[in-house]
């Protein structure tokens, strides 16, 4: 077990799974379709880390009217469909939880539908199942640190105890206020610039994470 921590909590989409280019891809059609055309760069920005609830509401307020519902349904629909033929692991994440022997769990602002679909195409479901955590179950998202909070209570381990793997501005903002060690994962669509502050270890290969956790081998 590492010496360090006991417990390490998991974001799922850009850090388990390599679903953010997919999102970002079908997220800039419908954006532009709906008059808020936006680059891929600048809806990572905006959304990555975000709940899929809080990118509707911000779409709806800009163009002054609700979200269609035909449109989430569209997006559902088209994003499984990616999500089915060419989603991946994460590149190194396979190796690094083989090598991680601290108790682990997953809190991501994605729903449990999402998880189930995305870790269970990857194959990474089993490893996690029962051990996973959604924005869905608590009042406030990233960057609040509620869901890290909760997963870390539901887990029995005190936040000072935990260590967090992310890889957005606002999941990394969310772990600094739950109080916890922040790992950030910097290989994906966000800058680095956006991950930095205290507290923060930032790496960009996978394979490195069981090493910077500080586990026994």
């Known amino acids: 077990m590492s010496a360090t921590y006991k417990l390490i909590i998991f974001d799922c989409d850009g850090v388990l799974v390599d ?9 800039a059609q419908l954006f532009a379709e709906l008059g808020w055309p936006l680059s891929e760069e600048e809806i990572a920005r905006r959304f990555t880390g975000r709940t899929t609830q809080y990118m509707m509401d911000e779409l709806a307020r800009h163009i002054g009217r609700p979200v269609p519902p035909d449109v989430v349904a569209r997006y559902n629909a088209l994003f499984r469909e990616l999500i089915t033929t060419e989603l991946k692991p994460v590149d190194g994440i396979l190796e690094a939880l083989d090598k991680i022997t601290t108790p682990t769990c997953v809190a991501s602002s994605g729903s449990h539908e999402k998880m189930r679909l995305t870790l269970g195409v990857t194959g990474l479901y089993e490893r996690f199942e029962g051990r996973i955590f959604s924005a869905t179950e608590v009042k406030a998202g990233k960057p ?9 209570a539901s887990m029995g381990v005190d936040p000072a105890d935990c260590a967090v793997v992310e890889d957005s501005e606002y999941g990394v903002a969310a772990a600094r206020a739950a109080g916890m060690a922040v790992f950030a994962y910097a290989g994906g669509v966000v800058p680095v610039e956006r991950l930095e502050g205290p507290g923060t270890v930032i790496f960009t290969d996978m394979r490195e994470l069981p090493r910077l956790l500080g586990e026994v081998r």
């Open 144 to 152: 609040a640190p509620d869901l890290f909070l909760h997963a870390a």
């Open 19 to 27: 679903s953010e280019p997919i999102a970002l891809r079908v997220d």
